[in-house]
């Protein structure tokens, strides 16, 4: 149990055009998802976290109007990566959470690599 | 300073061998403390986690967690080439929800 998938697994794109990135829950319902950023070598660091209805809460220095957030069930969040340079190059990866219960185990998904041209 | 600290290594060891990862933290509030395995393009996986102070075991592996020096350990024993990966240890608060704040992960190579 405790699924979680991401798609694409990786992405190539020109300079200027928009991806999105979705992750989904297969076998629970998440009422919490975060999305992570991780360069080569590098920790994950958090971009955001979405609840379920409600507009995601970005951490700082992450730009919401470039990094868009879209949690629109409990079991499908999507980052939009709009108007992407080769800087935004990356290892995107989502987590969700379960909903209930004082423990904050995330479950994370395979990843997604991000290559901008 | 960070809030999490990890040695990024690499730590190469021979089968067999009892390996020891460890963090350090700056942040108090921190009662939730985790450590995630990676492979190489792949998502983390959840390998033990603790609750405030203390010990665990799974199996080959055992987490430690000493509050009070900021201090929070993961073994292996026996390793297995298996075990080749990245370790990240992670951390949150005590509220439900708040997201977790990872280490920098230690790779490890376990050789045959």
């Known amino acids: 149990g405790a699924v979680v998938s991401q798609h694409p697994s990786w992405v190539i794109c020109k300079s200027g055009t928009s991806v999105k990135i979705e992750c989904r829950s297969l076998?629970?319902?998440?009422?919490?998802m975060f999305w992570y950023r991780q360069f080569p070598k590098q920790s994950l660091m958090l971009m955001a976290t979405?609840?379920?209805?409600?507009?995601?809460?970005?951490e700082q220095g992450v730009e919401k109007d470039k990094f868009l957030i879209n949690h629109a069930s409990l079991t499908l969040s999507t980052l939009t990566v709009t108007s992407a340079h080769p800087e935004d190059s990356s290892f995107y990866i989502c987590?969700?959470?379960?909903?209930?219960?004082?423990?904050?185990?995330?479950?994370f998904g395979p990843g997604t690599r991000l290559t901008v041209l | 300073q960070k809030e999490v600290e990890q040695d990024p290594g690499p730590l190469s060891v021979p089968e067999g061998a009892i390996v020891s990862l460890n963090c350090t933290y700056s942040?108090?509030?921190?009662?939730?403390f985790m450590w995630y395995r990676q492979y190489s393009r792949k998502g983390p996986e959840l390998l033990m986690y603790?609750?405030?102070?203390g010990n665990k075991e799974d199996g080959r592996f055992t987490a430690q967690v000493d509050k009070s020096s900021k201090y929070i350990s993961l073994f292996i024993r026996d390793s297995q080439p298996s075990d080749s990966a990245t370790y990240l240890c992670?951390?949150?608060?005590?509220?439900?929800?708040?997201?977790?704040?990872f280490g920098k992960g230690t790779t490890l190579s376990v050789s045959s």
């Open positions: 987590s969700a959470r379960p909903g209930g219960g004082p423990y904050n185990e995330q479950f």
């Open positions: 076998d629970f319902q998440a009422t919490t």
């Open positions: 979405s609840n379920e209805g409600s507009k995601a809460t970005y």
């Open positions: 942040n108090s509030a921190f009662q939730y």
């Open positions: 603790t609750y405030s102070s």
């Open positions: 992670a951390m949150s608060r005590q509220q439900a929800g708040t997201a977790l704040i």
